[in-house]
T-cell receptor, first 115, second 113 residues
């Protein structure tokens, strides 16, 4: 069975600085998708960024980028120029191919941003 | 379209009572998912529907839980004989055909007292 592990329950960053959130996963599949979701205090989960395992290039979405290390099964999220609105729970998630779209989530990292 | 709607937002119930939650997905989304999220944890998959067919159920979904999507539109999740361990946020999400993208609802927070 696939598992996702986020080893940092809490992280803190100064506004305008850069922070990296860690995620590791375990799978025997060769093709899959990885996601980072943001869950603000209002509780609605929002997709931040997505990575297809077959792509070697790391995904980037504006201030958000990932470091995808397939061999190491590592998928970290870097947030540049952190803003107060980035404060939220961040979840790493795994999705297999042809598995009906089910997501397997990590435990989450609570990010606080200091002004 | 206002996104995925869940009702109610909050529910407090006494142990042993039955509760039912509703999820209205985005209209053109044929896949609908239910997740459970306990405090401080990531969401855990419960079940999913493609149109009206329930295609997968987690072992977390005990026989006290049942989900339906009768016409392939809205879905209901019922919990019978609630227990304190059922206290959690129940999240619904939907996605269009052949898409990787989910849209989540705001969830229903259940408290069993």
């Amino acid at each position: 069975a696939q598992t996702v592990t986020q080893s940092q329950p809490e992280m803190s960053v100064q506004e305008a600085e850069t922070v990296t959130l860690s995620c590791t996963y375990d799978t025997s599949e060769s093709d899959y998708y990885l996601f980072w979701y943001k869950q603000p205090p209002s509780r609605q989960m929002i997709l931040v960024i997505r990575q297809e395992a077959y792509k070697q290039q790391n995904a980037t979405e504006n201030r958000f980028s990932v470091n995808f290390q397939k061999a190491a099964k590592s998928f970290s999220l870097k947030i540049s120029d952190s803003q107060l609105g980035d404060a939220a729970m961040y979840f790493c998630a795994y999705r297999g191919v042809n598995k009906g779209g089910k997501l397997i989530f990590g435990q989450g990292t609570e990010l606080s941003v200091k002004p | 379209d206002t996104g995925v709607s869940q009702d109610p937002r909050h529910k407090i119930t006494k142990r042993g009572q039955n509760v039912t939650f509703r999820c209205d997905p985005i209209s053109e989304h044929n896949r609908l998912y239910w997740y459970r999220q306990t405090l401080g944890q990531g969401p855990e998959f419960l079940t999913y529907f493609q149109n009206e067919a329930q295609l997968e159920k987690s072992r977390l979904l005990s026989d006290r839980f049942s989900a339906e999507r009768p016409k392939g539109s809205f879905s209901t999740l019922e919990i019978q004989r609630t227990e304190q361990g059922d206290s959690a946020m129940y999240l619904c999400a939907s996605s269009p055909p052949e898409s990787l993208g989910y849209t989540f609802g705001s969830g229903t927070r259940l408290t069993v007292v």
